[in-house]
């Protein structure tokens, strides 16, 4: 079984940073492509950024610029610097893994989130 487990959420002010950790753990094989998704309060889950293996990434229009997606092949994690944060980056903040494990195929699983509060 794989756990995503995220880390480094909390209260900012606008204008304000910060950094987000994902850690796969279990029998991993390979970790495919990695992301980050948000989901504000009243709206639908939507993709923030994402990572390939080979490292090519990928952003929503509204955080270019001033997020950073990046990964650490080598401790299986994930993370996401957040800059010039904004009230409307407050969310809770999901980690996703394309995941192949020994004894399964790979498939997606999911942090249980770690809530990001951008006060103004």
């Known amino acids: 079984q794989v756990q995503l487990v995220e880390s480094g959420g909390g209260l900012v002010q606008a204008g304000g940073s910060l950094r987000l950790s994902c850690a796969a753990e279990?029998?991993?094989?390979?970790?495919?492509?990695m992301a980050w998704h948000r989901q504000a309060p009243g709206k639908q889950r939507e993709l923030v950024a994402d990572?390939?293996?080979?490292?090519?990434?990928n952003y929503t229009d509204s955080v270019k610029g001033r997020f950073t997606i990046s990964r650490d092949i080598t401790r299986n994690m994930v993370y996401l610097q957040m800059d010039s944060l904004k009230p409307e980056d407050t969310a809770v903040y999901y980690c996703?893994?394309?995941?192949?494990?020994?004894?399964?195929?790979?498939?997606?699983?999911w942090g249980k989130g770690t809530l990001v509060t951008v006060s103004s």
């Open positions: 279990g029998i991993i094989a390979r970790i495919n492509a």
């Open positions: 990572i390939t293996s080979g490292g090519v990434t």
């Open positions: 996703n893994a394309n995941v192949k494990t020994l004894y399964i195929p790979p498939r997606d699983y």
